[in-house]
């Protein structure tokens, strides 16, 4: 059984770094593409960076672009997510997603997995 599980979530203060994990199981992803995504309270889960299955394609929103990085470690089969300068607005619940595809897609409805989600709260 696949299995996504996030951690690294917690509250921090407006201008201060996160970083999120997101470990798989049951199955490797080193050919499929990851992402991340998020889903602030009363709104739509929204595409925030995607990562091909080399880590040499990186896309993100441009919300978090320039202080969001996102990366892989194909032998640990773990997903990172690097969190700088954070808003209050990236309050949200961040949730991990992995597809059999290599190819990178903002697309929530092609991703084939995901994680339970970690709520990151981000206080100004």
């Known amino acids: 059984q696949v299995q996504l599980v996030e951690s690294g979530g917690g509250l921090v203060q407006a201008g201060g770094s996160l970083r999120l994990s997101c470990a798989a199981s049951g199955r490797t992803f080193s050919s499929g593409a990851l992402a991340w995504f998020r889903q602030a309270p009363g709104k739509e889960r929204e595409f925030v960076a995607t990562?091909?299955?080399?880590?040499?394609?990186?896309f993100y929103a441009d919300s978090v672009k320039g202080r969001f990085t996102i990366s892989r470690d194909n032998a640990k089969n773990t997903v990172y997510l690097q969190m700088n300068s954070l808003k209050p607005e990236d309050t949200a619940v961040y949730y991990c997603a992995a597809r059999n595809l290599g190819i990178v897609t903002q697309e929530l409805s092609r991703y084939d997995y995901w994680g339970q989600g970690t709520q990151v709260t981000v206080s100004s």
């Open positions: 990562i091909s299955p080399s880590g040499l394609t990186t």
